[in-house]
């Protein structure tokens, strides 16, 4: 799925850096979230 600069990231739901799950929407509600991914990031590849 490719999404384009300024369009709406999907719900989603990942692991926090302490293990406790977060879901986007949770965020959103407290302050503005900003999406970067970076392709192997730390995969050593």
Request: hydrophobic share 50%; no cysteine.
């Amino acid at each position: 799925m490719a999404g384009r600069v300024g369009e709406r990231a999907p719900e989603f739901r990942l692991p926090s850096t302490l293990g406790q799950p977060l879901a986007l929407s949770e965020i959103l509600r407290e302050r503005i979230a900003v999406l970067a991914f970076f392709h192997f990031a730390f995969t050593g590849g």
